[in-house]
């Protein structure tokens, strides 16, 4: 029976801004920021996929933020991301989702990146970092960003990682050994 490599450690490291913005990130964040103007964050029906960079797409995800237990509903999970993660989380919820080998402590923090981003409505830049027996450490710079139906709350989050550095690697990262 295959067995998946377990990492030692899986953790988002925020980071300032500018520390993702040279990283295909920056893509999506100029084209949010073009979106938004001087609001604070665009409605999720200004944005297009589409009009992002084709190679970065398959990188990016959406979700819907719900209230009444707080939790988000992955409205969308981009191909790259199944590559890596071993998992489409289209339609499913971080509270009910199977995270693999990820522990619920780190769902815990995952939330908590979350709520912190509601709570500023300001983008939230982290290091995805991962160390893993037999591998080491390999690091990819993500980004969420608020976008707000009403122009009061955070309704959406639109999310991105830039996997092209080691990308070979981060797709086998979770295969079976």
Known sequence: MDTLVAPISIQSIEVPLAEVLESDCGALYTYWNGLRGTRWAPRWDEIHLIDLPAPFIPFVYVVDVLEDPFDLRFRFWGTGLTAVFKRDHTGETM????L????DDRREKIMGDYRTLIDRKAPFAFLWDTRTAGRGRMAAPAICLPLSDDGET?????CGFDFTENRYDWERLLEPR
């Not at 509270?95 to 199977?98: G, I, N, V, Y």
């Not at 693999?100 to 522990?103: L, P, Q, R, T, Y």
């Not at 955070?154 to 639109?158: A, G, P």
């Open 154 to 158: 955070v309704t959406k989050i639109i």
């Open 95 to 98: 509270l009910t989702m199977d």
């Open 100 to 103: 693999g080998v990820i522990s």
